[in-house]
């Protein structure tokens, strides 16, 4: 069965720095996402990608995050001057479509911020 | 503001127990009503979708179902391997995002 693939599974990174989180989604699926679980509490939306450009973005996204599909099979989160908080699980998701479709996860990237 | 709540929190079954999970939304419009399943270290996986008041799905021992207020989801006869956090999730008519409730935590027993 087709799955959404997240490497790396854990990423530690000190304070200040860039990280960037890569996920292959499903093959024939339009719509990409990534939300974020920190510790003990909800999932949370972060951004949805379609067609190459941002289609919604939560108010979590500000200009610290950029998301990118560099090319045909790849999307990434980079996030910028990481801070403490920033440590979560961060969840990649795609869609066939965005419309009563539903949403496939990843296995998730754990970001530990030191 | 839209909302998802989850009740309740944790749940604990023996073997051959069966119960239901509920999930209470309030939102301006909704799209759909989504059930994940999630184990410790992993990603939601998807379990069914819901759209209108009235309808209901059914996987082996799981079966949810949809009101204009609420959903439950319901667990017959669990086993062990049922054990895991179940997720709600709504999508509203203005909005591509899932806004996930808090989830139930369940552990059946052997």
């Known amino acids: 069965e087709p799955e959404v693939t997240q490497t790396p599974s854990h990423q530690v990174t000190q304070m200040g720095q860039e990280v960037i989180l890569r996920c292959v989604p499903i093959s024939n699926h339009l719509y990409f996402y990534w939300y974020r679980q920190i510790l003990g509490q909800k999932v949370e939306f972060l951004v949805s990608f379609y067609n190459n450009e941002i289609s919604e973005k939560s108010e979590i996204f500000d200009d610290q995050f950029s998301v990118e599909r560099p090319d045909g099979s790849n999307f990434t989160l980079k996030i910028r001057s990481t801070k403490l908080e920033d440590s979560a699980m961060y969840f990649c998701a795609s869609s066939a479509s965005s419309l009563n479709q539903p949403q496939h996860f990843g296995d998730g990237t754990r970001l530990s911020i030191l | 503001e839209d909302q998802v709540t989850q009740s309740p929190e944790a749940l604990r079954l023996q073997e051959g127990e069966s119960s239901s999970l509920n999930c209470s939304y309030t939102v301006s419009g909704l799209r759909g009503l989504f059930w994940y399943r999630q184990d410790p270290g992993k990603g939601p996986e998807f379990l069914f979708t819901?759209?209108?008041a009235g309808e209901e799905k059914e996987k082996e021992r799981l079966k949810a179902t949809l009101t204009k207020k609420e959903s439950f989801l319901h667990i017959t006869a669990p086993k062990p391997e049922d054990s895991a956090t179940y997720l709600c999730?709504?999508?509203?008519?203005?909005?591509?995002?899932?806004?996930f409730g808090s989830g139930t935590r369940l552990l059946v027993r052997p």
């Open positions: 999730a709504v999508q509203t008519d203005s909005s591509y995002k899932l806004i």
């Open positions: 819901l759209y209108s």
